[in-house]
């Protein structure tokens, strides 16, 4: 399929300072945009000025929930180069997502090459500085007017990209979960491992109860006992419970994430004793108590590696690791970074070159 460009007449003014990206708050002159129909399959893939979507008010994905997202980042390399993390992974977990609400999956050939035609028009907007990047929000929306609960006929995918920096304001500096006992975000057989917007409002009310009480982000348990270690909102969790590194099984309530599948397998090279399997709250705590629980981290695409310094449960504080940056959580971030920024050689060849 031919990506018509349409390029922009005026451009945005850039930041001049990267130490004040913040992040997902700025956005670049350009947005890529393809249409579906039922009848028609995907077409239309335009690459145009970044500006306001236009939806009827009865759109089906104000009404129904389907929408599906992404988030992935390009890196400004040592050598000066442009470089894509395991991308096509992320389109690939786009399509899981696309299955499970019903939407029509992309051709990731195709979605790779308009991303990387968008990010090469816009490439000045890379921002240099080691620790930033510039982030990828795939979107996928169901466009047809239609009140009735059914799938729609017609959906619009699109990328926006922008500059970002730290993902928490703490940047590396630990930070303080809470954890939930309450509310659930996702059960087996529901949505908790789809990438779809309705998992995220569900820990909205959570989350912003937690921010009130002076913490970054909550800790979810399953849905069903309130028992078993999940994931945090926007990160998988690692913890290290004396020389064995546990993570959450992918049991269809969180989201396989990419940095996680990276951890796993950088951990396993490393010789260390990595397990995915099912942890209860009980068994952290008591670990933390004994001082057992040598560090937790979270992983994602926007933070990458996020320390989590204290544990808070039924209104008690466990404080891992001193509340320091664990040793082990540094080695990732750095190994990670490394990689994603061509400082070294890639032998996992998650790194691509596109300029």
């Known amino acids: 399929m031919e990506i018509k460009v349409n390029l922009a007449t005026h451009l945005k003014e850039k930041p001049t300072d990267e130490s004040k990206l913040g992040f997902g708050q700025i956005f670049t ?6 249409d579906y129909d039922a009848d ?37 390399g040592k050598d000066k180069g442009i470089y894509l993390f395991r991308a096509s992974d992320n389109f690939k977990r786009f399509n899981l997502s696309a299955r499970r609400v019903c939407m029509p999956e992309l051709d990731i050939e195709l979605a790779m090459e308009a991303l990387k035609k968008l990010i ?20 996928m929306i169901a466009t047809e007017p239609h009140l009735g609960v059914k799938a729609a006929s017609k959906y619009l995918f699109y990328i926006i990209i922008g500059p970002v920096g730290s993902y928490y304001p703490e940047g590396l500096n630990p930070v303080k979960i809470y954890v939930e006992d309450r509310y659930a975000r996702a059960v087996p057989g529901g949505t908790g491992e789809a990438k779809t917007g309705g998992n995220y409002a569900a ?11 002076g913490f970054s982000q909550v800790l979810w348990l399953d849905g069903c006992e309130k028992k078993w270690v999940e994931e945090v909102a926007a990160m998988n969790m690692f913890f290290m419970i004396d020389n064995e590194v546990i993570t959450p099984p992918l049991t269809g309530c969180i989201l396989g994430g990419i940095t996680r599948n990276s951890i796993i397998r950088l951990v396993g090279d490393w010789g260390l004793n990595i397990k995915e399997k099912s942890l209860s709250i009980d068994e952290v705590i ?35 690791a ?15 970074l490394t990689i994603q920024y061509a400082e070294k050689s890639d032998p996992y060849g998650w790194t691509e070159k596109i300029g």
């Open 29 to 34: 002159d350009h947005m890529l945009l393809m």
């Open 40 to 76: 028609r399959g995907w077409h239309t893939a335009r690459i145009e000025p970044y500006s306001a979507i236009k939806l009827d008010p009865a759109a089906a994905c104000f009404h129904y929930g389907q929408e599906i997202f992404e988030g992935l980042k390009a890196y400004y």
């Open 120 to 139: 090469l028009i816009d490439r000045e907007w890379i921002p240099k500085t080691r620790g930033t990047s510039l982030y990828i929000r795939p979107t």
């Open 203 to 213: 820990s909205l009310l959570a989350s912003e109860e937690a921010k009130k009480k």
């Open 286 to 320: 008591e670990a933390a108590s004994s001082f057992r629980l040598k560090e937790a981290f979270g992983t994602g695409t926007a933070a990458v590696i996020s320390p989590v310094g204290q544990i808070t449960y039924k209104d008690k504080d466990y404080v891992i």
């Open 322 to 336: 001193n509340g320091k940056m664990g040793e082990l959580s540094q080695k990732l971030y750095d190994e990670i």
